[in-house]
C-alpha cells in the first residue's frame, strides 16, 4: 500500500446508531449525510435480526434467518446500505451469537422444541439440561405459585395460554385435564421465583427471558449466521460486532469459525478485560469493542491524591453502610457471594452436578469420594477470587486460577482433608485430568458460570455498592484504583498499536453507565474534593431527606455529573431507583420495598432536584471550564489515539447521559457549532484524510513536556504527522499557577494547527500558546 491507501474493508471511524422501532432503517438513511459530513467512515448498527416485537435494543433476537420487520425489513436495510455508500459510508454491524429470547410465540425454534422435546431438530440449538426437572423446561412465567395460577392457564387448541404468553401443546395432548395436560408436556410452566434455583437452560447472566444459544455446534452456528453472512458476502455490511463471547461455550472455536466464514471481515468483540488483563493473542479479531481504551482515557483525567481524599471523605460520609468500610476489593468479594447464592444459584447447581459425575465416574484416585457439598464450596469459594472474566482454552489457566486463589478457598474448609475439593476443582479447571467429554463440559460450564459471575457481581452489584467516584464504575474499570498516569496510558497505546492496532475504542456506548460528557464533570471532584466536602456538607446538613447516607453520596454526585438537562428530576429518579436495586441493599429488582422507593423517590424531589440541588448546580457552574477541558480532552484523546474510535449517537455535541435506558433515547442529528462539535469533525476529517498516520503501520510516540507543569499535558505523536496535546487536571493546573513557561518539544519541522487555522508552531511550543484558546490543540506536520 503506498502511504495515504488504506484496507476500505477496516474502518477509520465508525458511529453508533442505536436502532428501534422509532427510530428504524428509514429514520438512518436520514442521518446518513450529516453523520458522514463528520467524517466517520461506517455506521455501526445496532442489532437488526428479527427481535422480540417493541424490543427498543435488539438484543432479544428471534429469528436469525430474517432482518427486523419493525425497522424496515430486509429490504430497509438494504436501501440504508446503498444510501450510506452513496455518501461514502460501509455498515457495521452489532450480531448477538450467545442467546436468543424466551418467547416461544415469536421464537419459532423454541416453539418446536417446547412442542417435540428433545427429538426436535431444533433441541441442539438451546443449552438445555434435559436429565434435570424430569425432562421438562421450566418456564418461570408463572406470576405466583401454581396452586395460584393454574386457573389462569388455558387450552386453546394445540396451544396453552397464559395471559399473553403461548407455549405449544405436545402432539396428541390436547383435551387432557389441565394437571394431566401440564404432566405430558415437555416444559412446565413454573413460577417465576423458581428461576433462582430451579432452572435447567442457559441463560444470558441472571435474565431467565434470554435462552443460551450452542453456536459451538456447526449446524446451529451455519444457522444462526447464514443471513448475516450473506449480507456480508453481498455486501450489504462490511463488519461485525460480537456481542458477550464471554457467555459462549467455545469463545476461541466460534471467533476461529467466524473468521472464517466471514473472508477476515474486520470484526471486535465485546471482551471485557480487567485491568491488565490480555486479549488472549491468537483470537482472529481485530480487538475488542473498546472498554479496556475507555478505563485508561478516563484515568488520564482522574487525580490520584484527590481521589484517595474523595475516598477517604466517602468512608466517613457514608460509614457504617458502605460495604466492608468502603474497600474495593472486599466489596467485589461480598457481591459476588450474593450473586452465587441467589441470582445464579441455579448455574451453580448445574456445574456442582457436572463436576460430582464428572469425579464419580473417573478412574482418578484423587478425584473419587468427593462430597458434592465439598465440591460445591470448592467451586463457589474458587469462582468468587477470579479476577478476570474467565479462563480460555488458548490462554493457560494458572495465571486465572492462581495458586493464591486456591489457598483462599482452602480457609472455607474446617477440616484440612476436605480441603482437598480445592485441589481437584483446580486441577480439572488447568485440564490436568484429561481432555475428556465430561472435562470439556467442566471446563465449559465453569468459564461460562464465571463469566456471568463477574458481570453481575461487578457491574451489576459491586459498581453500584462501592461509589466514591461515580465516573470509574464503568464496565472494565477499577473503582479501586482509578486513575492513569500518562506514562502508563502511554504504554498502553504502544501495546494497542503494536497488538491490535485496528481494535475498537470508545468513550460512550449503549451501554455506559454515565456518558463521557457527565464522567468529565465527576472527574473534576478528584481535583476539588475538600471544597465537594464543603458542599456536601451544606447540602445534607440536618440529614438531607435521604434514605441512606450511601444513596445520598451517590444521588449528589449523580445531579453533579449531569448538570442543567431536561426532564431531570425523571431521569434522576429513573437511575437512582435502578442504582439502589441493582445494589441490592434495602430493595432489589426481585424484592421491592416500596417504602424505601418511596423514601429514593422523595428524596430525589425535595433534594437533589429540589432547592438543595441548586447549590450544587451553582458549584458546578463554577468548575465548568475545568469540565469541558475534560470532556474536549477526553473527545480529542479517544479519536486520535491508537484504535478505531466508536462515536456514540450524539456524543459529538456535549451529551450527558445517565444509565439506560436513559443513554438509548433517540437523539437530534444535525451540527450545533459547540467547541466539542468542532474538535471531533476535525479530528474524525483528519482521519480520513490522513489514513496512513492511524492504521496498521501507524507509530505512536509519546512526547513530554518541559517545565513547572508538565504534568499536566497530554501528548503523542501519530506517524510524525498529527500531533494531540490536551490538558489534564486543569483546576489544579489553575491553581498551581498556570503553565508558567512550560514547553512542549514537537517534532521537527512546522505543525499547522487544525482546530484554529492560521496557527503555526515548532520547536517548542509554550503551552500558554499553545492552548490559549481551547483546552485541547490538534496539529497537522506542513508538508516541507
Known amino acids: 500500500m503506498t502511504p495515504e491507501q488504506r484496507d476500505p474493508a477496516v474502518p477509520t471511524a465508525t458511529y453508533r446508531l442505536q436502532l428501534q422501532p422509532g427510530f428504524p432503517f428509514g429514520a438512518a438513511a436520514d442521518a446518513v449525510p450529516y453523520v458522514a459530513s463528520l467524517g466517520v467512515s461506517h455506521l455501526h448498527l445496532s442489532p437488526v435480526l428479527e427481535a422480540v416485537p417493541g424490543s427498543p435494543h435488539g438484543y432479544d433476537v428471534v429469528d436469525h434467518a430474517r432482518v427486523r420487520e419493525e425497522l424496515g425489513g430486509e429490504e430497509g436495510l438494504r436501501e440504508l446500505a446503498r444510501t450510506a455508500r452513496e455518501h461514502g459510508l460501509g455498515l457495521v454491524v452489532d450480531i448477538v451469537p450467545n442467546h436468543m429470547a424466551m418467547s416461544p410465540r415469536h421464537n419459532r425454534a423454541l416453539w418446536e422444541v417446547l412442542r417435540e422435546g428433545p427429538a426436535s431438530p431444533y433441541a441442539r440449538w438451546f443449552d438445555i439440561d434435559w436429565e434435570a426437572q424430569g425432562g421438562q423446561v421450566l418456564l418461570p412465567v408463572l406470576g405466583g405459585p401454581f396452586g395460584e395460577e393454574a386457573g389462569r392457564l388455558e387450552a386453546d387448541g394445540d396451544v396453552l395460554r397464559y395471559y399473553d404468553h403461548a407455549f405449544p401443546l405436545r402432539e396428541g395432548t390436547a383435551g387432557l385435564p389441565l394437571p394431566r ?148 476489593d472486599a466489596t467485589v468479594r461480598r457481591a459476588a457471594y450474593k450473586v452465587l447464592t441467589h441470582e445464579l444459584a441455579t448455574e451453580v447447581d448445574r456445574l456442582t452436578r ?43 489457566a494458572a ?88 506514562e502508563r496510558f502511554h504504554a498502553y497505546c504502544a501495546r494497542v498499536q503494536r497488538d491490535w492496532p485496528s481494535t475498537g475504542t470508545v468513550v460512550s456506548t449503549h451501554d455506559t453507565k454515565r456518558s463521557a460528557d457527565v464522567r468529565a464533570a465527576l472527574h473534576v471532584l478528584t481535583e476539588c474534593p475538600e471544597r465537594w466536602a464543603d458542599v456536601l456538607a451544606e447540602v445534607t446538613r440536618g440529614g438531607g431527606g435521604a434514605p441512606d447516607a450511601q444513596l445520598a453520596w451517590a444521588a449528589w454526585q449523580t445531579v453533579f455529573g449531569l448538570g442543567p438537562a431536561q426532564d431531570a428530576e425523571e431521569r434522576v429518579r429513573g437511575a437512582l431507583l435502578k442504582h439502589v436495586r441493582e445494589a441490592g441493599l434495602y430493595t432489589s429488582w426481585t424484592e421491592q420495598e416500596p417504602p424505601y422507593e418511596e423514601a429514593v423517590e422523595r428524596f430525589v424531589a425535595e433534594g437533589p432536584c429540589g432547592v438543595p440541588g441548586e447549590r450544587v448546580a451553582a458549584f458546578r457552574a463554577s468548575l465548568e471550564p475545568h469540565i469541558r477541558a475534560n470532556a474536549w480532552g477526553a473527545a480529542l484523546v479517544h479519536l486520535t489515539m ?90 489544579r493546573l489553575a491553581e498551581a499557577g498556570g503553565w508558567r513557561g512550560t514547553r512542549l518539544a514537537l517534532p521537527a519541522g512546522r505543525w499547522a494547527d487544525v482546530l484554529e487555522p492560521g496557527r503555526e508552531f515548532g520547536g517548542h511550543a509554550p503551552l500558554e500558546e499553545l492552548f490559549e484558546r481551547s483546552p485541547v490543540a490538534l496539529l497537522e506536520r506542513i508538508p516541507d
Open 642 to 731: 491508537p484504535g478505531v474510535p466508536d462515536v456514540y449517537q450524539g456524543t459529538e455535541h456535549e451529551y450527558r447521559a445517565l444509565v439506560d435506558p436513559d443513554n438509548r433515547r433517540t437523539v437530534r442529528f444535525g451540527g450545533d457549532g459547540s467547541g466539542k462539535e468542532a474538535v471531533t469533525r476535525a479530528a474524525l476529517r483528519l482521519r480520513a484524510r490522513r489514513p496512513a498516520a492511524f492504521g496498521d503501520t501507524a507509530s505512536y510516540a509519546p512526547l513530554t513536556a518541559e517545565g513547572p507543569a508538565a504534568g499536566h499535558c497530554l501528548a503523542f505523536a501519530r506517524s510524525g504527522e498529527v500531533l494531540t496535546a490536551v490538558t489534564r487536571l486543569s483546576l
Open 354 to 396: 457436572v463436576t460430582s459425575r464428572l469425579c464419580a465416574a473417573s478412574p482418578e484416585p484423587a478425584l473419587r469420594d468427593r462430597a458434592p457439598w465439598a465440591l460445591r464450596t470448592a467451586l463457589q469459594e474458587l469462582l468468587v477470587r477470579l479476577e478476570v472474566y474467565r479462563p480460555y482454552a488458548s490462554v493457560d
Open 399 to 486: 495465571g486465572v486460577v492462581t495458586e493464591e486463589a486456591a489457598d483462599g478457598a482452602r480457609l472455607a474448609f474446617a477440616v484440612p482433608e476436605e480441603a482437598g475439593a480445592v485441589d481437584v476443582v483446580r486441577d480439572l479447571v488447568l485440564g490436568r485430568y484429561g481432555d475428556g467429554p465430561e472435562h470439556v463440559e467442566f471446563r465449559t460450564r465453569f468459564a461460562q458460570t464465571a463469566s456471568a459471575l463477574r458481570a453481575k457481581s461487578v457491574e451489576d452489584t459491586a459498581f453500584y455498592r462501592y461509589v466514591p467516584l461515580l465516573s470509574a464504575t464503568e464496565v472494565g474499570g477499577n473503582p479501586g484504583d482509578p486513575a492513569v498516569s500518562p
Open 181 to 328: 395436560l401440564l404432566d405430558a408436556q415437555w416444559y412446565r410452566p413454573v413460577w417465576w421465583r423458581l428461576a433462582r434455583t430451579e432452572l435447567n437452560y442457559r441463560r444470558f447472566f441472571s435474565i431467565s427471558e434470554l435462552i443460551g444459544v450452542r453456536v459451538e455446534d456447526p449446524e446451529v452456528f451455519d444457522a444462526t449466521h447464514g443471513k448475516i453472512l450473506e449480507l456480508l458476502r453481498e455486501g450489504v455490511i462490511d463488519g461485525l460486532r460480537v456481542d458477550h463471547p464471554d457467555g459462549l461455550a467455545d469463545p476461541d472455536g466460534y471467533l476461529r469459525r467466524l473468521h472464517e466464514a466471514t473472508g477476515g471481515r474486520w470484526t471486535v468483540v465485546e471482551k471485557i478485560l480487567s485491568d491488565g488483563e490480555p486479549l488472549p493473542p491468537s483470537w482472529p479479531v481485530a480487538g475488542t469493542t473498546g472498554y479496556d481504551a475507555l478505563r485508561h482515557v478516563d484515568g488520564l483525567f482522574t487525580d490520584p491524591a484527590g481521589f484517595g481524599e474523595l475516598l477517604g471523605g466517602y468512608r466517613r460520609f457514608a460509614a457504617p453502610q458502605t460495604d466492608r468500610g468502603g474497600d474495593w
